[in-house]
């Protein structure tokens, strides 16, 4: 840059460790500051990046706290789009406030509080979004932070607008480098005494960029020199592993819409589980490489808070792992020593934005050019799910592929993208489905907190879904299998399968709703997570009329693995109800996947985390009929033992912020339906078991017994070591448990099942399953389930054949 453009940094000694220097491709400003600490385009250690935004934030704490009658606890920072989105955070974080960021992203039902130009940029318009406009409202001390502070404008702009609208006291300007001239200084102090404010500016450094007076041709001359960046040498695809993070629900992905302190401590609070499951992701051998996790435009600090995380996690994680984000900025990459550009992957937007779609997009410093040295083992591409588009998967320039060609392994984790109500007031609110418009079951024994999707498309075949699910390129609730018509001989094992287990059931539903209703009382609220869970609550409700005359009410709430419960649910519950009164009602247990997302979605609630089920063979949860892993007849079929009601549907192009989660109601199965028949079977079981069920529950609540019910999680243990034994890398390809046996064999491609050595009866409808799918049955020792049915850990449709059947080969 010096050499060649004649562009050079002066000013602080620090100055050249905290930035480098590089080319625009734009007219209106020629050099870029390249931050080395920023996580934007060169990666960094992760650390060092949100060290530097908490340094700053510390700086902050400390200026307002040597100041008369101010107080950083009435602070509020604003970050800029899209570079100081992840540093404005980090910033809040080390002063303890809440946060907002501007946004170049318009969210559908919520009008902008402000907005302002910023006019160097490529992209120029930012919006403020804020979910609850009162953010920006206060009176206390609001603190504005970029990456450079060089001329002011930006910071003018804002103030003015804010200011208009909301006027305060006290400005804090905060930047990682601080490069105006004399007369910006002069513009900036003449504007805070116009105003009557006082502005203060904090910096890491401080020094001035020197350009000669014909920098825009030089810089034009060398772009024209350098020519279009070089395409990364042609390379197999790197495998793509998807991981559902349990993001915990109504958990913001950033400040776009505003980041709270009790947002914050919920953060802190899940992210050790989070760079667990992305460690299992990143590391399913004994892989010791470098690692990235890159971010997307405006989304860093999530990303840089995971990888932070991530880097505690693995082992030499402080060195190996690093950070970037993708970004709308054009730069010459040119790849040399000396310069901080080094590599460039030019991309389509695929976020569908609304103010450019056609601009490409960048991520520099991924690919490794000529250095091998540079080169990332793993790359962990983390998005919103606004982002999770086929422009990002689809076609040889689509971002995913050119990962897949400069790395060994790349991981995409997709988050849920924050969509508050509208500031102006939400819709109107979402109302309960009943039967027999939706589901067949009566309307006084269920209440549909679900959207009716009945008219949508959503089928696939399963393995069309399964390999779409395993190869990232779609999440399994964003569409539906097609529903499990079972031959006559499978039919009569159902029915034959009831009627052995009838009685035991009926006891396993006495047992929790007695239970339950000797610890929360009688104003008990049943929530069932649906649809499994569904015909369970009812159970539990028919058992509370008939013994005690209680009218309970029952809802059946959506739960998706990955992104949380129903926040549209628990707000209708919470609105209608006591949130202590509810009770979370499931099946049975596998490993416990669901149990830990339900806790992880109802931290902070107010709701008891507590599931009850009639089964908990995977010993995680406290509240249940039985530990034994015993067929629950209602596993054996679909939507025709649960009302004729679909799984549930999360899919951000059908489910608003305002809408529960979606399902259907397939009443052309009606001719099949046993929903009302598995009801009736089981509770006609109800006044032989009622004595048992009562000393049953005085011994399950005796003190003496308080160990016994206290989660092991032995089933998860169990699912991990048969995860390494089978060479699988993820557990959730592995589902433990007769139910969750079953729902492999209707719903997934089944790659083997593992069957207890000796288990009888309740296994035959899994072998009739088997033998139809072509699927091997293995018996083994020790094996704390019943069975345990693996998921085929393969990418493409090629792992079955034309009829559906597994395909065994050599490598399988």
Request: proline residues 7%; glycine residues 10%; contains cysteine.
């Amino acid at each position: 840059m010096a050499e060649r453009a004649g562009v050079a940094l002066t000013g602080s000694e620090r100055l050249p460790e905290l930035v480098g220097l590089a080319l625009r491709e734009n007219r209106k400003r020629a050099h870029l500051l390249v931050s080395t600490v920023l996580g934007k385009h060169v990666p960094q250690r992760p650390a060092v990046v949100h060290g530097a935004g908490l340094e700053l934030g510390r700086r902050v704490r400390d200026l307002l706290a040597s100041l008369p009658e101010e107080s950083a606890d009435r602070a509020v920072v604003l970050g800029y789009a899209e570079t100081a989105t992840g540093l404005g955070h980090s910033v809040a974080d080390g002063l303890d406030a809440p946060y907002l960021h501007s946004t170049r992203r318009p969210v559908p039902g919520l009008t902008p509080v402000g907005g302002f130009e910023e006019e160097h940029s490529h992209a120029t318009s930012h919006l403020l979004l804020p979910a609850d406009p009162g953010l920006l409202a206060g009176d206390g001390p609001l603190v504005l932070v970029d990456d450079e502070f060089s001329t002011g404008t930006t910071v003018l702009n804002t103030i003015r607008e804010l200011h208009a609208n909301h006027p305060r006291e006290h400005y804090v300007v905060v930047a990682l480098v601080d490069l105006r001239g004399p007369a910006d200084r002069r513009r900036l102090a003449d504007t805070a005494a116009e105003l009557g404010i006082r502005l203060d500016l904090v910096a890491l450094a401080d020094g001035g960029v020197e350009l000669p007076a014909d920098v825009l041709d030089r810089a034009e001359r060398l772009i024209a020199e350098a020519g279009p960046a070089p395409e990364p040498p042609a390379a197999p695809a790197a495998p793509l592993v998807r991981v559902d993070l349990d993001w915990p629900a109504g958990l913001p992905d950033g400040g776009r819409h505003g980041f709270t302190r009790e947002h914050r401590a919920r953060l802190e609070a899940a992210l050790p589980g989070l760079a667990e499951q992305l460690a299992a992701a990143v590391e399913p051998g004994d892989s010791d490489g470098r690692v990235l996790v890159l971010g997307f435009e405006e989304l860093m600090y999530a990303p840089l808070r995971l990888a932070d995380a991530l880097a505690e996690r693995l082992p030499g994680g402080t060195d190996r792992v690093h950070y970037s984000t993708t970004t709308r900025s054009p730069v010459l990459a040119v790849d040399d020593p000396g310069y901080a550009i080094r590599t460039r992957l030019a991309f389509p937007a695929h976020d569908d934005p609304a103010d450019d779609s056609s601009r490409e997009r960048y991520a520099y410093n991924v690919a490794p050019g000529a250095d091998p040295a540079r080169r990332f083992g793993t790359v962990v591409l983390v998005v919103d799910d606004t982002a999770d588009t086929p422009a990002l998967h689809e076609g040889e320039r689509a971002l995913l592929g050119q990962l897949r060609r400069v790395t060994d392994r790349v991981v995409l984790a997709v988050l849920p993208s924050h969509r508050p109500s509208a500031p102006a007031g939400p819709a109107a609110p979402a109302r309960p489905l009943y039967g027999p418009e939706f589901s067949s079951y009566r309307a006084d024994e269920v209440a549909w907190l679900l959207k009716d999707l009945t008219g949508v498309d959503l089928e696939a075949p399963t393995e069309e879904r399964e390999e779409a699910v395993q190869s990232g390129g779609a999440h399994y609730a964003e569409s539906l299998p097609v529903e499990y018509q079972p031959s006559p001989e499978y039919q009569e094992l159902f029915h034959q399968a009831l009627r052995v287990s009838a009685r035991r059931i009926a006891l396993a539903v006495g047992t929790v709703a007695e239970t339950l209703l000797r610890e929360r009382g009688p104003g008990l609220v049943l929530a069932s997570l649906a649809r499994a869970g569904t015909p369970v609550g009812i159970l539990i409700r028919r058992w509370l009329a008939a013994g005690h005359g209680l009218d309970a009410p029952h809802y059946a709430v959506s739960i998706v693995r990955g992104r949380g419960i129903d926040p549209a649910a628990l707000r209708y519950l919470d609105a209608h109800h006591r949130a202590a009164d509810v009770v979370f009602v499931d099946g049975w247990t596998g490993k416990g996947a669901i149990t830990r997302e339900l806790a992880e979605a109802l931290a902070g609630t107010g709701f008891d985390p507590d599931l009850a089920v009639l089964a908990d063979p995977g010993r995680c949860v406290r509240t249940f009929g039985t530990r034994d892993d015993f067929l629950i007849p209602s596993a054996c079929l679909n939507s025709t033992v649960s009302g004729l009601v679909s799984r549930t549907v999360l899919r951000s192009d059908l489910i608003g912020p305002d809408d529960f989660h979606g399902a259907k109601h397939y009443t052309e199965l009606a001719g099949a339906d046993v929903s009302g028949a598995f009801l009736d079977t089981v509770a006609d079981h109800f006044a032989d078991v009622r004595a048992e069920a009562l000393a049953a529950v005085d011994r399950f609540l005796a003190p003496e017994h308080a160990e016994e019910r206290a989660p092991d999680w032995a089933g998860w243990a169990a699912v991990e070591r048969i995860s390494t034994e089978y060479g699988i890398d993820s557990v959730n390809l592995v589902k433990p448990g007769v139910g969750e046996t079953t729902r492999v064999m209707l719903r997934r491609v089944p790659w083997r099942v593992l069957a207890r050595r000796g288990a009888g009866a309740d296994l035959d409808h899994v072998r009739l399953l088997a033998a139809q799918r072509g699927v091997p049955v293995e018996e083994v020792d020790d094996l704390p389930y019943s069975c345990v049915g693996l998921i085929h850990p393969r990418y493409t449709r090629g792992a079955t054949g034309a009829s559906g059947t597994a395909v065994l080969t050599k490598e399988s």
